[in-house]
């Protein structure tokens, strides 16, 4: 999971041209930051956005894929997808894919449905 110090900075500065950006080292990659929401990654110097059900066929279509934290063979992280080269080249097309991802962090974490309380009593109703 390492990112080489010049792609790090080669990324960063492409994106910090479209918005401020801030970078953590998170075990062994990058993790990439717009304000608190964790939109995008880096690891073996490869680039990932965060994605959802809507925005991930667009990524496929390009013959991205999944991030497999654990190298090729272990099961992928299906939320983030790596950025098509050709993307994060182009400031435009950066902009609208960054923004996106951006947005799918941003939302509001899904609260978990409650777990039905088991009883444990002997108690049979009458």
């Known amino acids: ?7 790090r ?3 960063l500065e492409q994106l910090k041209r479209i918005q401020s950006v801030t970078w ?3 075990f062994g990659g990058v ?3 717009s304000g608190d929401a964790f939109f995008a990654l880096l690891d073996n110097d490869t680039l990932f956005f965060k994605v959802d059900d809507q925005t991930r066929p667009d990524y496929e279509s390009r013959g991205s ?3 497999q ?3 090729s063979g272990s099961p992928p992280m299906r939320g983030y997808f790596e950025l098509p080269a050709d993307i994060l080249e182009d400031p435009d097309l950066l902009g609208i894919w960054m923004h ?6 941003s939302r509001p ?3 978990k449905k409650p777990r039905a309380k088991h009883s444990n009593s002997k108690t049979r109703p009458l």
């Open 100 to 105: 996106r991802s951006m947005n799918i962090a």
């Open 109 to 111: 974490k899904a609260s």
């Open 24 to 26: 953590r080292k998170m």
């Open 9 to 11: 900075e080669f990324v």
């Open 69 to 71: 934290p654990f190298g």
């Open 31 to 33: 993790g990439i930051y």
């Open 65 to 67: 894929k999944p991030f």
């Open 1 to 7: 999971m390492a990112v080489s110090e010049s792609y």
